[in-house]
């Protein structure tokens, strides 16, 4: 079982040497490489695969007891336990990359999916190897063996169904596509075609760096509507408020709507302009901070922002301009 180990992590080894070839040479990212790249990929995947068996075929015969006849049965087991101990190690690296490498990249796009966000992975490789990444990743769907026309075509069709499309990308060939989505996001690694076709470069290179963008986006949003809605209902609760009581003497069917008991017009009016300085002081960190984002849908939001920035900012002024009202009337302000 050593040799075949060992010759699996020879196999796995090699082909993950030509895959970075492929990438740090470029064909992967120019259009005009790019079937170049997938032959050369097939071709010396095949060739890896080949030479390592007989190899590892040879290394087992080396070690086979001599008074034993090494059949061609041996021979084929010999063969398939080299290629099977290269699968399992490239499953492990393929495990170690998402659970260790690169963890909570799951996670990352499960808060995707809380936000209403649809995740489509696009990659070059064959069907068989991006449906297993996809799954890993946990993506909601992925284009294989893509062509920049392809995901062009992919775009387009987000788009006329009347969605924002957000892409990100590194290579020449997703220039394209990276121009025409809505927030075009290049690596920083990438090439220059890609960074000048985006609408931004992320300097880190990460591609999930994709969801920090839609909360900062959101959350940014989630904040103004917040202060928005305080402000409006804060506006009409306060007025409610002192109106009665400053127009109680002129009117004195509005001291009935003086639900509050305010003492008197002046002392009403003082309130009130007290709260909205101390109102203003509380809100500035808010507006500085920022609401707290949390992944959810768009409904959610709403009905979270109007219970409590709603509800809050119509509740708000009643309880402070009556204790202000208190305060000055317990200090002989009338």
């Not at 121009?179 to 300097?203: F, H, I, R, S, Y």
Request: proline share 4%; glycine share 10%.
């Amino acid at each position: 079982m050593k040799t075949y180990s060992l010759y699996g992590f020879y196999t796995a080894l090699a082909s993950m040497v030509l895959t970075l070839a492929i990438y740090f040479l470029g064909y992967h990212s120019d259009p005009a490489k790019f079937s170049t790249g997938q032959i050369i990929g097939s071709v010396g995947g095949l060739a890896i695969g080949i030479t390592f068996i007989v190899l590892g075929t040879k290394a087992r015969r080396a070690e086979w007891p001599v008074a034993e006849d090494f059949t061609y049965g041996n021979a084929f087991v010999a063969g398939f336990m080299t290629m099977f101990c290269a699968g399992v190690i490239g499953i492990v690296t393929n495990y170690l990359y998402f659970q260790v490498i690169n963890p909570g990249i799951a996670e990352r796009f499960a808060q995707l999916r809380a936000m209403g966000i649809k995740t489509v992975m696009i990659t070059g490789d064959n069907p068989v190897t991006a449906r297993v990444i996809a799954a890993e990743a946990g993506v909601d769907d992925f284009l294989a063996e893509a062509t920049p026309e392809m995901k062009m075509d992919l775009i387009k069709a987000e788009q006329a169904g009347s969605r924002l499309v957000a892409m990100t990308g590194d290579g020449t060939n997703d220039a394209p596509a990276l121009a025409q989505a809505d927030v075009g996001v290049a690596m920083n690694t990438g090439t220059q075609a890609a960074k000048e076709a985006g609408n931004m470069v992320d300097l880190d290179s990460d591609p999930t760096k994709l969801l920090d963008i839609v909360e900062i986006g959101k959350q940014l949003l989630i904040t103004r509507g917040a202060l928005t809605t305080f402000s409006i209902a804060n506006d009409v609760a306060k007025y409610f408020a002192i109106i009665p009581a400053m127009f109680a003497g002129v009117l004195p069917a509005l001291d009935r709507l003086n639900v509050m008991g305010l003492q008197s017009p002046n002392s009403a009016i003082l309130s009130a302009v007290i709260f909205n300085a101390l109102i203003i002081v509380v809100l500035i960190p808010l507006a500085l901070r920022g609401v707290k984002f949390v992944p959810s849908s768009a409904a959610a939001l709403l009905r979270r922002n109007l219970l409590v920035y709603g509800l809050g900012g119509l509740l708000a002024p009643f309880v402070g301009i009556k204790l202000i009202d208190m305060l000055l009337t317990a200090f002989g302000v009338q």
